[in-house]
């Protein structure tokens, strides 16, 4: 019998899982999961992401015992070198994964060990488990090939294989990657996945449209689900069939609203991961080279104060302090955390969107250096939109209820002088024993004024022929057709 490997990579699943119910059918199947050493030392890696991965891989493991009888054999190290070794030793003639569409590191690791598959005269069968074009997107065919690719039902089969159960002497704690000390990230697995995805279509998706852009509504309205997308404890699929299901059911005005809404997330979802698969270079390069002649000098004291919640500005320090604990938050803050960061701070995209990798349990490369050149100006196609973090913080938190709690420094203030504390006079300041400038940083720049700065910067260059010249081959090779009419 053929002997094969079933690679989990970010697809921490055993159901709805196409290269696992491939691989499955017959021969002798071995499961196993690589924590590849370089990657988990890469500076956008960190332990919320393992500590996300490790729940999945308990759960995953688990349901392989009590469904297969299977174990599931975890390595730590070089991907290539653990390859080789089982290859040889197990005389694998077959590799099973789904495809993967991360950043650079990723895709230059596919590349070696493609090559080393073929020199090895292994095959390597990859599945699809996102809706993505790979040779020659038609932006004209995109939405039609995703719609089909989501409301395909694929035919279970009954597994014949038999599987290699081996013993590895791995430990969690072996892994190596950057320490961060936040202990209110999610847990992962596919049993938290599910509970979520029903929650949130039951319960929690009532007020998602009016709920989700204050931090601390929207800790519950959203849906929460993004991290076990990223790692594949759930599939588009299942969410988009549970969704669709649900909306054929009687529901509120709002709730079918909402749901609709966040239906057609799913296919954004997959549009920026495309974005990523057409044009690697939008990990490390404005998309719009005529932006590269901005922000040239980098501010390290602005980019320390920005990370550690100092920042003056409490609202910002408050969601950074929130997202280093949680390693989330929802996507308005996050868009004003960048949009602060680049434009009043302007510090440039490429070194900040490192740091919030790091802090983002849901880090996808694809949405990521997507949304941050979007929210820095440089695609030259989108709205410049610079948002204003005193209004965001009486918008979305008009009591200063969050800003207390995450900002504990702030917490005798009263009334909105807590968005804007440097308007405290002496006495203010006197009669709550708190000193601006000691106890909590003054504004580390004036918000009107580099606000007014940053945007005659980033129109200057728009405006510009070459800009709108690149901007509109940009538009043909990447918008979507509705942006474009």
Not at 53 to 73: F, G, H, P, R, V
Not at 208 to 233: K, N, V
Not at 273 to 299: G, H, T, V
Not at 369 to 395: A, E, H, V, W
Request: proline residues 2%; charged residues 25%; positive net charge.
């Amino acid at each position: 019998m053929m002997n094969k490997i079933i690679w989990f990579r970010y697809d921490l699943r055993i159901s709805e899982n196409s290269a696992f119910n491939e691989a499955i059918k017959d021969g002798n199947v071995l499961p196993i999961f690589i924590f590849d050493e370089g990657l988990f030392k890469l500076e956008t890696s960190s332990s919320f992401h393992f500590r996300f991965i490790k729940d999945s891989l308990n759960d995953l493991k688990n349901k392989l015992k009590k469904q297969y009888n299977s174990n599931l054999s975890i390595y730590y190290g070089d991907t290539k070198k653990i390859f080789k070794h089982l290859i040889q030793r197990y005389s694998v003639s077959e590799i099973y994964s789904n495809r993967i569409f991360k950043h650079k590191y990723l895709t230059d690791l596919d590349k070696e060990c493609e090559n080393l598959f073929k020199n090895l005269n292994v095959k390597w069968i990859l599945a699809n488990q996102f809706g993505i074009d790979l040779n020659h997107r038609k932006r004209s065919k995109w939405s039609y090939n995703w719609n089909k690719f989501i409301k395909f039902n694929e035919q279970s089969y009954e597994f014949s294989c038999q599987f290699i159960n081996i013993k590895n002497n791995f430990y969690f704690k072996d892994v190596k990657t950057n320490e961060i000390n936040g202990n209110l990230v999610q847990t992962g697995g596919r049993d938290e996945a599910i509970h979520l995805l029903d929650s949130f279509i039951e319960m929690r998706s009532e007020n998602y449209q009016t709920e989700m852009s204050s931090p601390i509504s929207g800790e519950s309205a959203c849906s929460r689900l993004s991290p076990h997308i990223t790692y594949g404890t759930i599939s588009l699929k299942e969410i988009n069939r549970k969704i669709t299901d649900k909306l054929k059911k009687v529901c509120t005005i709002n709730k079918r609203k909402s749901l609709i809404a966040f239906k057609s997330r799913l296919a954004w979802h997959c549009h920026f991961i495309q974005k990523l698969y057409d044009e690697p270079e939008i990990e490390n390069k404005n998309l719009n080279s005529a932006f590269d002649i901005l922000r040239k000098d980098f501010n390290e004291k602005y980019y320390e104060a920005w990370n550690t919640g100092l920042t003056g500005y409490p609202f910002i320090d408050a969601c950074m302090r929130y997202l280093e604990q949680n390693g989330w938050i929802n996507f308005r803050m996050r868009a004003m955390l960048v949009s602060f960061a680049s434009y009043q701070l302007w510090l440039d995209w490429k070194q900040t969107s490192k740091h919030l990798a790091k802090l983002f349990t849901d880090y996808e490369p694809g949405i990521h250096y997507s949304q941050f050149q979007m929210q820095s100006g440089t695609t030259g196609i989108n709205s410049i939109r610079i948002y204003n973090p005193i209004k965001q913080s009486l918008d979305q938190d008009p009591n200063g209820d969050f800003i207390k709690k995450w900002v504990p420094e702030l917490k005798n203030i009263q009334g909105k002088l807590i968005h804007e504390p440097w308007k405290l006079t002496y006495i203010d300041q006197k009669s709550i024993n708190f000193k601006l400038g000691k106890d909590y940083p003054l504004p580390i720049v004036d918000n009107h004024e580099t606000t007014r700065i940053a945007r005659d910067k980033i129109w200057k260059v728009k405006k510009s022929n070459e800009a709108q010249e690149l901007s509109r081959l940009i538009v043909q090779k990447h918008a979507s057709l509705s942006s474009r009419r």
